[in-house]
């Protein structure tokens, strides 16, 4: 399944989501290459879905369709970090030696994007702009220290 990755509604949420990218833009641990999706397309999603007669006893796929390499979310992570001044950029790390394992990076994991845009017109944004808006809100909200 895919990780759910977004800008967190309030200080209190702890999802294990959450709580990793913090550690990623503390420089904790390496940015690690995942499926996955934006809380706010998911959103949309699931009121579309709900919203369309025809969508009844189907199933969509709502993720990224390949695993994105660490390094452009980390390097989407020190971009946010610098932009605001908040932190040392340099901290935020990738994990340079995992391949994807049996479905390399960058190789098609799932058919997901076309179905929901031709369905519902949705176009899911990129991780790089997810993972930059959850480490802004992240950092100013004050929870990673420097």
């Known amino acids: 399944p895919s ?21 990623w833009v ?10 996955c999706v934006d809380v706010r397309d998911v959103a949309k999603a699931h009121v579309a879905v709900m919203l369309s007669p025809n ?14 390499p660490s390094q452009n979310m980390a390097d989407a992570l020190k971009k946010i970090c610098k932009d605001i001044g908040m932190r040392d950029p340099d901290k935020n790390n990738f994990d340079a030696e995992f391949d994807g394992g049996a479905i390399k990076i960058g190789d098609k ?14 176009v899911m944004r990129p991780v790089e702009e997810t993972m930059a808006d959850m480490g802004e809100v992240l950092l100013k909200m004050g929870k990673p220290s420097s």
């Open 26 to 35: 503390r420089g904790e641990s390496d940015v690690q290459s995942k499926l």
């Open 109 to 122: 994991h799932c058919e997901a994007a076309a179905k929901l845009k031709e369905e519902f017109g949705l």
């Open 3 to 23: 990780f759910i990755f977004g800008p967190p509604s309030s200080q209190d949420n702890n999802s294990f989501s959450i709580e990793l990218v913090r550690q």
């Open 55 to 68: 969508a009844m006893g189907k199933r969509y796929i709502v993720s990224s369709e390949a695993r994105i």
